[in-house]
């Protein structure tokens, strides 16, 4: 079956720092990849998606590329704020109904 | 719209009682989700609904768990009788569609308490 696996936190890092969270995948055929961000005490929303091998999903200066080859789909932002701390959740989408699966989530935290 | 949108946001009940969690999707997407998130299991699905029709409920942990959706606009995740390892954040979302890249919206959640 589908599964993806992410690296585990938390993350800590000082503001304007270089962030990378990696994310492989385990899936047949050609999944939807997917990152959302969840603030704390709010539900998950989207932060970025890429479609097929080598589109790049951004948003709000974060970056994400569907890499087929590795089979990852790493995150990354060259600078980040504090208002950025939350949790990041790494997703697939495939198969019948694109059923969601989930990684296992990344707490970053920037620190001032 | 007003996004998803889930009551109670709080609940605290005690082992025994029923407990009914509630959740109205986006008008006009055709899928509902329930999850479970705890820190120990991350984010659960439970089931899933297509057009009020449950699909999938191979999530829902054992017979306690029931979930309806009688309308295209409300759903409902009962849980009788509750137990303590109940005790987790349940996240309703919706999606338009199953297209390739369709997004999942969330709702805030319901952050339940099983004393």
């Known amino acids: 079956g589908n599964s993806v696996t992410q690296m585990e936190g938390p993350v800590t890092l000082s503001e304007e720092a270089f962030l990378t969270i990696n994310c492989t995948y385990t899936?047949?055929?050609?999944?939807?990849l997917f990152w959302y961000v969840q603030y704390p005490g709010e539900g998950l929303q989207l932060l970025l998606k890429?479609?097929?091998?080598?589109d790049k999903g951004s948003n709000k200066g974060f970056e994400a590329t569907y890499r087929k080859e590795t089979t990852s789909f790493h995150l990354e932002k060259g600078s980040v704020q504090v208002s950025d701390s939350a949790v990041y959740f790494c997703?697939?989408?495939?198969?019948?109904?694109?059923?969601?699966?989930f990684g296992t989530g990344t707490k970053l935290q920037v620190i001032p | 719209d007003a996004g998803v949108i889930q009551s109670p946001r709080h609940e605290v009940t005690e082992m025994g009682q029923e407990v009914t969690l509630r959740c109205k999707p986006i008008?006009?997407?055709?899928?509902l989700f329930w999850y479970r998130q705890t820190m120990m299991r991350g984010l659960e699905l439970l089931i899933y609904?297509?057009?009020?029709?449950?699909?999938?409920d191979s999530g829902m942990p054992e017979d306690r768990f029931s979930a309806k959706m009688p309308n295209a606009s409300f759903s409902t995740l009962k849980i009788q009788p509750s137990e303590p390892r109940d005790s987790a954040v349940y996240f309703c979302?919706?999606?338009?569609?199953?297209?390739?890249?369709?997004?999942?919206?969330f709702g805030p959640g319901t952050r339940l308490t099983v004393t």
């Open positions: 899936a047949t055929g050609y999944p939807s």
């Open positions: 609904f297509n057009n009020n029709v449950p699909i999938d």
């Open positions: 008008s006009g997407h055709d899928y």
């Open positions: 997703a697939l989408s495939g198969g019948g109904y694109q059923k969601v699966t």
């Open positions: 890429a479609t097929k091998a080598d």
């Open positions: 979302a919706s999606r338009q569609s199953i297209m390739p890249g369709s997004e999942q919206y």
